[in-house]
């Protein structure tokens, strides 16, 4: 543990090198002049130092389609309503003292992405040998004010993530943050399951990263779109009305509400090394809608402003957002990889159950067609042949709603397989840790992670199943 260590001369050394790469923004290495616009910042962030032929196409065309055309002096003014838009929670603490919460710094509530650029250029390290007050990530560190704490444990969660949270998060990284939120950006933009730990060549630091893609069922009067867009102006997520699954729909009343399906994907990274890493958190929330969102910043931002770190009884419970609210965020979780562990097993139990809730549905409307039942072909009238026709395209969406659906949740598995592989190599430290008799103990957290794994695995084989059977049906 850093904290137990930090006597020793190679210990001070590398927190020394680690601290003084944390105070440089990205765009300040190698000489590089500052970027004015956000074309030249995306560019700066996305050229690989390894590859001096440019960005790679794949994370060009995604994230700046995606980003563009935000404007950086809007999100620096906060001159416009969509940089001031709640949207995001920062949490920034260090292990000082003898409070089990730490020391930390004042909570803002929940942030705009405005807000959130202003707290992230303020600087991270101000009590280190060589960080001042103006040496901060962002350039507007000596205009922010000075902070009093470190921010050695810093959480930052946003949901919905958007073009101005994204340009927020990159024009404050530092040069080790930038190479890493890279492909973190571009897996969450593009819907893609991944687990993994990524260690660079010269092993100062690493990250620990996850991206669970998922689907959410609900039944409502009006369904929801995604109003965020990809470069290719659909929406970034997609959803589907659940009425094609219905192939008798025209000879019943139609219902107030909507069965409706809809993508979403929480991801998170924690870059850093032993007590002193950043986590940033995105999670998609849209499909709740603002009268029953209970993932979003506002609603914690509720919940936690009456247990103020610094005048809260230490029994009272914080809600820590990347946890879903599951774990009390007043007894922080110092250890990065502990803190992953934990993460990564609140939102696989959330994930398996939001399958399952899916896998359900779809299999409650689809059961009375994977049996007997059979289109009606005798009958040649106009009216007869109408529906027939309207009939098969209702087959044909739902083979292609089901192909797509079952082809999702193998790829998470996948990466929880590959992932399953690393763990003994890098989490080998808590195989032999047990848990207290009040909390859940590092030791515990794999087994826990491996049944929320095979939960997932027999909804895969359930949904496979459906999408058979109605192929069958349809030939």
Not at 111 to 139: D, I, T, W
């Amino acid at each position: 543990m850093e904290h137990s260590v930090r006597g020793a001369e190679g210990t001070e050394q590398h927190q020394d090198f680690t601290y003084s790469r944390e105070k440089l923004p990205f765009w300040g290495r190698d000489g590089q002049e500052i970027p004015g616009t956000s074309r030249e910042l995306l560019r700066a962030f996305l050229k690989d130092r390894c590859d001096d032929t440019g960005p790679y196409l794949y994370t060009e065309v995604e994230i700046e389609g995606f980003c563009l055309p935000a404007n950086l002096r809007l999100l620096k003014s906060g001159g416009s309503d969509e940089v001031r838009k709640p949207t995001a929670l920062l949490d920034d603490r260090a292990l000082q003292g003898t409070d089990i919460r730490g020391k930390c710094r004042p909570n803002k509530g929940a942030l705009s992405a405005h807000q959130l650029y202003l707290e992230l250029s303020k600087p991270r390290f101000v009590n280190r040998p060589g960080c001042s007050a103006a040496s901060g990530s962002g350039s507007m560190a000596a205009n922010v004010g000075r902070p009093e704490t470190d921010a050695e444990r810093r959480l930052i969660y946003i949901t919905d993530v958007d073009r101005w949270s994204i340009m927020a998060i990159i024009k404050t990284a530092s040069s080790r943050q930038a190479g890493y939120y890279k492909d973190f950006i571009y897996r969450h933009l593009v819907y893609e399951a991944f687990l993994g730990v990524r260690i660079p060549i010269v092993p100062r630091t690493c990250a620990f990263e996850f991206h669970l893609p998922f689907y959410v069922y609900r039944r409502r009067s009006c369904p929801i779109q995604d109003q965020r867009q990809r470069a290719d102006q659909e929406p970034l997520r997609s959803s589907w009305n659940l009425d094609s699954l219905d192939f008798d729909a025209d000879l019943r009343p139609r219902s107030t509400l909507q069965d409706c399906i809809y993508e979403a994907q929480v991801s998170l990274i924690v870059i850093g090394f032993e007590q002193s890493w950043v986590a940033l958190s995105f999670v998609d929330t849209y499909c709740r809608g603002a009268e029953d969102n209970r993932e979003g910043v506002q609603y914690y931002a509720e919940e936690n402003k009456d247990r103020d770190v610094e005048e809260t009884c230490i029994n009272d419970f914080k809600m820590d957002p990347l946890s879903k609210g599951i774990i009390d965020a007043d007894r922080p979780i110092w250890e990065a990889k502990e803190y992953f562990l934990r993460i990564l097993v609140c939102r696989t139990d959330q994930v398996r159950k939001k399958w399952h809730n899916v896998v359900y549905r779809v299999l409650q409307l689809l059961r009375r067609y994977t049996h007997s039942y059979r289109l009606c072909t005798d009958d040649t009238s106009l009216h007869r042949i109408e529906r027939f026709n309207k009939q098969v395209d209702r087959f044909n969406e739902t083979i292609r709603f089901l192909q797509q659906l079952v082809s999702q949740l193998p790829k998470t598995i996948d990466a929880f397989d590959s992932f399953q592989k690393d763990i003994g190599k890098h989490f080998s430290q808590f195989e032999t840790l047990q848990s207290s008799s009040n909390t859940t103990g590092p030791g515990s957290l794999l087994p826990i992670l491996e049944n929320h794994i095979s939960g997932d695995s027999q909804s895969c084989t359930h949904s496979s199943d459906s999408t058979q059977a109605v192929g069958e049906l349809h030939h």
